[in-house]
């Protein structure tokens, strides 16, 4: 690889033996994947982050770079904690186990990271603006970032991530090259000129990863404008169920004004279509069990904007959270807060319903809390859940599953329309 003298000199060990690590690693890699040169980027974001998933040795790395005097040289941010940062002890958090995430916790404060514990960083003040390289983990925020904003990222991974945010570097392949980023299959929307309803976008999600993975994708005819919240949960479970990065969405995507311009000078390879059928039967894989009492209905993954709290609070109306059911919301502090401020907080507590802040059902443990069945909005939760909870898992709009967390089962969706004529989503299984 060819390197510039000041990579040179971090190689040497000139800026402290953390960045020559940090170097070195990331040479390998880069080598190793072919690239010629590495690319400064504007933000890193780190996913050794949670306890549930990095384990001990994920510890001992943050605090050998801790120790090794390491600062991080571009704003750099942080993936969820694995507990709720504050009320860990509210949420049943094991001693042993907190004692490890308060570790990693107070390394990365010696290292400068910025504390979001959020894995949308771009919907907390560190979107990066089109064209710019990123140096970012968390495949939900990279499939976000690359085909929703068009900054560049590949996946990056673990450990690496934190040598991007210290030497502000990244290997230059994959993604990063122009070449790489256009699409190569064609996916056809022919559900009747219709528009997806919400719940109905992690559902393509789920079928885009299984059946894109890394490929990248073009998606003709899908019809509207979807909101960012919608965006979020389709392209969290497309880079859930396989290793997609970046999908064009024609018209949305910003080097995907048209289908020419989102495959370039590609030829087309294959094409997919997708029917009501395909939706149906997704829908149906995103379950483990057909219907059942429901333990825990968690929503937030990735963690819920303060709109998608405002409508759980609107489907509750007023009914409470069922004895022996949960309703649980993962978000960000910053939402939390929000929520806080405006009342709807202390609403949902006073209904049953909690809001978990900084973390989330999949890297908090919550598989020691004994829950069968879960229930959620989620494409990308409903994949992991029965290996990460250790649940059933059974996936619903969000209407179902208030409907769910009101009854303490599954509720028939008809059942849900008629109990909720106001709706927007109600109903809509
Ligand atoms: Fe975010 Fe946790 Fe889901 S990190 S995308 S809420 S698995």
Redesign the pocket.
Known sequence: MILTQEEEAMLRGDEGEAAKLAMEILVKVGEKFGAKRLVLVASAHI?LA?YKSIFDAGVEVCEKFAAMGARFRVPTTL??SGMDTQKWREFKTPDAYAEKQLRVAKAYEQMGAIMSW???PHFTGSAPRFGEHVGWT????VAFINSVLGARSNRETAVLDVCIGITGRTPEYGLHLQENRYGKALVKMEIGGRMLQTWEYPVLGYFLGKTLGSEIGVVEGLVGSPKMDELKSML?AAA?TGPLAMVHLVGITPEARTRAEAFGPNHLERTVTVTEETLKTTRAEMCTVKSAKIDLVAL????YSIAEIQNVIKLLAGRKVAANTELWI?TTKQVRDLADRMGIMAELLGLGGKIATE?????SPVETWGFKTLMTD?G??SY?APV?CKTDVIFGSAAECVEAAVNGRVVAPQQAKSRLPGDPEGGRA
Request: hydrophobic share 30%; aromatic share 8%; proline share 7%.
């Open positions: 996913v949670m993936d969820p959020t894995c949308l968390e495949s939900s925020a969290a859930a937030g993954c990735p963690h993962y973390t989330c059902m999949l890297i989620s990308k939760c992991y990460q």
